[in-house]
């Protein structure tokens, strides 16, 4: 059974980044509690945003839950621009260069997951 903080051990890590915090090794972070972060190992989960077609990495903001990422921008001149694509691209770059020593990497997506299976072996 996990023991509860003591209020001096709460208060000891109220201050630090989530990252940082020794009860977190066992949480799922986002790209938002991670950035900024160097991680001995990472661990990245490539949700159904992210797919492999046609020999290519597709970026696809109809199939993100990241609701922010893929709503409409209102730019200075007062028109709308989508900006799904290239925020779902920023984000995975952001998640993919936190590990130093590893990265872990599941997709979602089937093909990506065969392409990336290929790909470990050829470094083998």
């Known amino acids: 059974m996990e023991s509860e903080l003591s209020k001096k051990e709460k208060?000891?890590?109220?201050?630090?980044?989530?990252?940082?915090?020794?009860?977190?090794?066992?949480?799922?972070?986002?790209?938002?509690?991670i950035q900024g972060f160097d991680l001995?190992?990472?661990?990245?989960?490539?949700?159904?945003?992210?797919?492999?077609?046609?020999?290519?990495?597709?970026?696809?903001?109809?199939?993100s839950h990241n609701s922010k990422a893929v709503r409409?921008?209102?730019?200075?001149d007062g028109t709308k621009k989508k900006f799904g694509e290239m925020l779902i691209q920023h984000e995975v770059r952001v998640l993919m260069t936190r590990g130093v020593n590893g990265m872990y990497i599941y997709a979602c997506d089937p093909e990506l997951q065969a392409e990336l299976i290929k790909a470990s072996k050829w470094r083998k």
């Not at 409409?72 to 200075?76: D, E, F, K, V």
């Open 40 to 63: 001995n190992y990472a661990g990245v989960i490539l949700g159904p945003s992210v797919k492999y077609r046609n020999g290519k990495i597709i970026f696809d903001p109809s199939a």
């Open 11 to 33: 208060r000891a890590i109220k201050g630090l980044a989530w990252a940082e915090q020794p009860q977190t090794i066992d949480e799922v972070g986002s790209t938002f509690t």
């Open 72 to 76: 409409n921008r209102t730019l200075s």
